[in-house]
């Protein structure tokens, strides 16, 4: 009979076994239902114990994966084969890990921020494409969201997901859009795996190694390599503290309260606070740090008799993040989303003549806060009449400063140079694709003039780390914000450029969508044609189709004759041609004093003559160099101009960092 003591030994041996036979596994991504790369040698891997010999079993034929190194990884390589499927994959080591359902096809990164992100389910005519999406042979792997200090093993995501109306609500649009052309087109399985994150700068999409040739990152790059920690728990760490103190602030309205008054209270003495300029961020006036918690902004405001007992509306524009506004000490509203924009009805019983007192308490728990705008929503309206509200206002900090702690990183530590490399792109290698569709860029626009060799060092970076000259596609940004009335400056135009000068890098293509934008959106809802540009660039880059024409036209070149400029283009797709009426727009031209004035355009077989009366002896030409432009210039393909200019004059971002 086993004593207890022998049975407790007994019970340890089993466990033992049981787990040095199960000590092989395999990363996230290798999994049923997967996509491997067609016609193209395939590296599998996965890890086990320092001493276990692992075996690949597929289509018949058996391979040795390589002795596990240090870390216990192994890897091994598959054979070149056509497409095709279903394949069944075992893996055997101590223990035997079976896939099935996999297929031979074209598997691609997609990756980027919110606008590769943007689902299926948001975008146009979405029950009917949801509805539509019976392409099993179409599979999409979508990778968690992690930041990190190094380069990690391996990622978590949602496991290889089969296309059908059950499953791809969820799935990226522009690339399954992008998928399902190609698959239309070629008839090969699609697999695409999905790295993005809304919100994010290309700087965090590229490996300190790749980040060396830009300086400007040196700080940070060192700052990471110091790090004995994890990102993702130094982030959570924070926020627990950081809502520990801001939840005690919730409940009452902050401020000394003499005589029983609070911080709207119009009877309170605020002589002493300080003042800010509004619209605006309160970052830089409350110092170079972000600062979470609460700031409570007053301003008085002198009313005539003729709006005393009327009702008014109070206008704020947009405020980051939350408020809770007060008229004479009376809440009228509160809104939480930095892109709402504030209009609240103050009673008639609230308004006196004279003396009246606006008090805004605003909360934010990550990035910038204050009230952002645009100026002209800063007002009071009633009776016909209007009063500005730009300008200083009065403000307090809410919460202690001391009390709300500061961020490992401002705005989050997903946005950090090299985090998102090395959570998310670093654990994917040495999967085989075949290429790489990115859509980014609204982040950098402020520092566009750093993306001209910012985003060709991510290209070269991942075609280094992949140790191929990957097929690199991207969309261009779109048109988002107002529509100006005059030519001007741009910083998304800017960023435009930088993009199109990336297609400088061999096997590169841009999918221009300046048309297909929303002003008054960032995530423009027309990904059906996103995925179809792409596609088309695909077919060219990735695939060898040269005589498709796969790009809007293309500034060729220049020629002065007096007071007229004429315009050469490639990629007109056979012909040129003017959209939506006889009249080209989106032109304008400048003489040397680098004024831009619009001008009048008329076509002339392919090329365009452009000349403006304001300008007699004209130096350059811009087109479509606008937030929101309106030109209209295709080729036959119907496919846009790709916005340009003809002068090298420094931008409003030159020299930002």
């Known amino acids: 009979m086993r004593t207890e003591k022998n049975k407790a030994t007994f019970i340890i041996s089993l466990l033992s076994v049981s787990v040095a036979q199960t000590t092989l596994r395999l990363p996230a991504l290798v999994r049923s239902h997967m996509v491997l790369q067609r016609d193209r040698p395939v590296p599998v891997w996965g890890w086990a114990a320092p001493d276990e010999a692992v075996t690949l079993t597929f289509a018949g034929k058996t391979y040795h994966a390589s002795a596990p190194d240090a870390t216990g990884r192994w890897q091994a390589t598959l054979p070149a084969t056509p497409a095709g499927g279903p394949y069944t994959l075992t893996v055997r080591g101590r223990n035997k890990i079976e896939l099935t359902d996999i297929l031979l096809g074209d598997v691609w990164l997609a990756t980027g921020q919110s606008n590769m992100e943007f689902q299926v389910k948001s975008g146009n005519n979405a029950a009917q494409e949801i509805a539509a999406a019976n392409w099993p042979n179409i599979r999409f792997f979508k990778t968690d969201l992690v930041p990190a200090y190094q380069p990690q093993a391996d990622v978590a995501g949602t496991g290889w997901q089969v296309c059908s109306p059950v499953t791809v609500a969820d799935f990226s649009a522009a690339a399954y859009f992008f998928s399902r052309d190609l698959y239309q087109h070629y008839q090969v399985p699609?697999?695409?795996?999905?790295?993005?994150?809304?919100?994010?700068?290309?700087?965090?999409?590229?490996?300190?190694?790749?980040?060396?040739?830009?300086?400007?990152?040196?700080?940070?790059?060192?700052?990471?390599?110091?790090?004995?920690?994890?990102?993702?728990?130094?982030?959570?760490?924070?926020?627990?503290?950081?809502?520990?103190?801001?939840?005690?602030?919730?409940?009452?309205?902050?401020?000394?309260?003499?005589?029983?008054?609070?911080?709207?209270?119009?009877?309170?003495?605020?002589?002493?606070?300080?003042?800010?300029?509004?619209?605006?961020?309160?970052?830089?006036?409350?110092?170079?740090?972000?600062?979470?918690?609460?700031?409570?902004?007053?301003?008085?405001?002198?009313?005539?008799?003729?709006?005393?007992?009327?009702?008014?509306?109070?206008?704020?524009?947009?405020?980051?993040?939350?408020?809770?506004?007060?008229?004479?000490?009376?809440?009228?509203?509160?809104?939480?989303?930095?892109?709402?924009?504030?209009?609240?009805?103050?009673?008639?019983?609230?308004?006196?003549?004279?003396?009246?007192?606006?008090?805004?308490?605003?909360?934010?728990?990550?990035?910038?806060?204050g009230l952002t705008g645009p100026a002209a929503e800063l007002a009071v309206y009633g009776a016909g009449q209007s009063l500005p509200l730009t300008g200083l206002w009065q403000y307090q900090i809410g919460t202690a400063r001391a009390?709300?702690?500061?961020?490992?990183?401002?705005?989050?530590?997903?946005?950090?140079?090299?985090?998102?490399?090395?959570?998310?792109?670093?654990?994917?290698?040495?999967?085989?694709?075949?290429?790489?569709?990115?859509?980014?860029?609204?982040?950098?626009?402020?520092?566009?003039?750093?993306?001209?060799?910012?985003?060709?060092?991510?290209?070269?970076?991942?075609?280094?780390?992949?140790?191929?000259?990957?097929?690199?596609?991207?969309?261009?940004?779109?048109?988002?914000?107002?529509?100006?009335?005059?030519?001007?400056?741009?910083?998304?135009?800017?960023?435009?450029?930088?993009?199109?000068?990336?297609?400088?890098?061999?096997?590169?293509?841009?999918?221009?969508?300046?048309?297909?934008?929303d002003p008054a959106n960032i995530h423009p809802h027309n990904k059906q044609e996103v995925g179809r540009r792409l596609a088309l660039a695909a077919r060219r880059v990735a695939y060898g189709d040269n005589k498709l024409t796969a790009s809007g036209p293309t500034y060729a070149g220049m020629t002065t004759k007096g007071k007229v400029i004429q315009l050469k283009f490639s990629s007109v797709g056979n012909e040129l041609l003017v959209k939506e009426g006889a009249t080209v727009q989106g032109f304008a031209v400048a003489g040397a004093d680098r004024q831009f004035h619009w001008a009048t355009a008329r076509l002339v077989g392919n090329?365009?003559?452009?000349?403006?009366?304001?300008?007699?002896?004209?130096?350059?030409?811009?087109?479509?160099?606008?937030?929101?432009?309106?030109?209209?210039?295709?080729?036959?393909?119907?496919?846009?101009?790709?916005?340009?200019?003809?002068?090298?004059?420094?931008?409003?971002?030159?020299?930002?960092?």
């Open 403 to 517: 009390g709300v702690p500061g961020p490992p990183f401002a705005g989050g530590g997903q946005i950090a140079p090299t985090a998102l490399y090395n959570g998310m792109i670093a654990p994917l290698i040495p999967l085989a694709i075949k290429g790489v569709i990115w859509y980014q860029g609204e982040n950098n626009a402020s520092r566009a003039a750093q993306y001209r060799a910012l985003f060709p060092a991510l290209i070269t970076d991942w075609r280094h780390h992949w140790g191929a000259e990957l097929p690199f596609l991207f969309v261009q940004l779109s048109n988002f914000q107002d529509v100006k009335p005059e030519p001007s400056e741009s910083a998304w135009a800017e960023l435009r450029e930088a993009q199109a000068q990336a297609l400088r890098l061999p096997r590169t293509g841009m999918a221009t969508a300046i048309d297909i934008g």
């Open 190 to 369: 699609m697999g695409v795996v999905v790295s993005a994150w809304g919100g994010t700068p290309a700087e965090c999409w590229v490996s300190a190694e790749g980040l060396r040739t830009l300086p400007e990152f040196g700080a940070s790059i060192a700052n990471f390599a110091r790090k004995t920690t994890v990102l993702r728990d130094d982030q959570l760490a924070y926020e627990a503290k950081k809502n520990s103190v801001l939840l005690n602030v919730r409940a009452y309205v902050e401020g000394p309260r003499p005589a029983g008054q609070n911080w709207a209270a119009p009877t309170l003495d605020a002589r002493a606070w300080p003042t800010m300029a509004l619209p605006g961020y309160w970052e830089a006036p409350l110092g170079p740090t972000t600062y979470d918690g609460v700031v409570w902004f007053r301003k008085e405001i002198d009313l005539p008799a003729s709006l005393a007992g009327q009702p008014l509306a109070l206008t704020l524009g947009k405020i980051d993040a939350a408020d809770s506004t007060f008229f004479n000490g009376v809440k009228v509203g509160d809104t939480a989303g930095y892109s709402q924009l504030r209009r609240y009805q103050v009673p008639a019983a609230l308004v006196r003549p004279g003396r009246n007192v606006i008090a805004v308490r605003v909360e934010v728990t990550g990035r910038n806060g």
């Open 607 to 657: 090329e365009v003559l452009v000349q403006s009366a304001a300008v007699p002896a004209p130096v350059a030409v811009r087109y479509d160099w606008a937030d929101s432009p309106n030109g209209n210039l295709y080729n036959k393909a119907g496919l846009p101009t790709v916005p340009f200019r003809t002068d090298t004059w420094p931008g409003v971002t030159e020299g930002r960092k």
